[in-house]
């Protein structure tokens, strides 16, 4: 059964530091996906990995890919305020009946101290 | 407007009520899922289908209903409602699972059960 493990759960950095978040999962996949969610929001699509060693860059945060050790990393890099949000990775896994489940991490609530 | 809608927004119900939460989309896409988001969980998939007639269990399926008779709608229903199916509940939908692509959310419809 396919597992998505975060971690750390809650991170609070001070603004201008650099930081990573980690996401494993527990089966074969070359796929996985980030995104963020503000309170009281929905989840909006960060990053799509696709294969192995893909590196996504958007501002402040960069997302890469190890499939072959079954992790990927979210890099904060020179934090400000308004990255402060809860981050999830996900992946997609074929199930037992060729549909496509979608799993998601327990999530990395940042906050970002100025 | 294109997109995908939840309704309602709010419900609050009493314990051993059937209650059904509405999700529609405008994209004619094949994936639907349900996830319900509780502190300290993360997002765990409820049921999630891949075409009209096709629906699957997905983490925590015990309590719920799901049906998907047109491609646009996917409602889910709680058949007696209990305290622990308290929680945001949130739709998504994304295009075939061969497309890599990204899940796109509703606003959620936060449900509480007295």
């Known amino acids: 059964e396919l597992k998505v493990e975060q971690n750390p759960l809650f991170l609070s950095m001070q603004e201008g530091k650099n930081y990573t978040i980690y996401c494993n999962y527990s089966?074969?996949?070359?796929?996985l996906y980030w995104y963020r969610q503000d309170p009281g929001k929905s989840l909006e699509s960060l990053f799509v990995?696709?294969?192995?060693?893909a590196v996504k860059q958007e501002g402040r945060l960069m997302a890469s890919l190890d499939t072959k050790a079954r992790l990927s990393t979210l890099h904060i890099t020179a934090a400000v305020h308004d990255l402060s949000a809860t981050y999830f990775c996900?992946?997609?896994?074929?199930?037992?009946?060729?549909?496509?489940?979608?799993?998601f991490g327990t999530g990395t609530r940042l906050k970002v101290l100025a | 407007d294109a997109g995908i809608t939840q309704s309602p927004r709010y419900k609050i119900t009493e314990t051993g009520r059937q209650v059904t939460l509405m999700c529609h989309q405008t994209?004619?896409?094949?994936?639907m899922f349900w996830y319900r988001q509780d502190l300290g969980h993360g997002l765990r998939l409820i049921y999630y289908?891949?075409?009209?007639?096709?629906?699957d269990k997905g983490e925590v399926p015990d309590g719920y209903v799901v049906s998907r008779s047109k491609t646009e709608n996917f409602p889910l229903t709680l058949e007696s409602a209990t305290r622990s199916q308290t929680s945001v509940y949130f739709c998504?939908?994304?295009?075939?699972?061969?497309?890599?692509?990204?899940?796109?959310f509703g606003n959620g419809t936060r449900l509480t059960v007295t």
């Open positions: 089966t074969t996949s070359d796929r």
């Open positions: 998504a939908s994304r295009r075939g699972a061969g497309w890599n692509s990204p899940l796109h």
């Open positions: 289908s891949a075409a009209a007639d096709i629906t």
């Open positions: 990995l696709l294969s192995n060693g």
């Open positions: 996900a992946v997609d896994n074929q199930s037992t009946s060729g549909t496509y489940k979608y799993i």
């Open positions: 994209w004619s896409h094949s994936y």
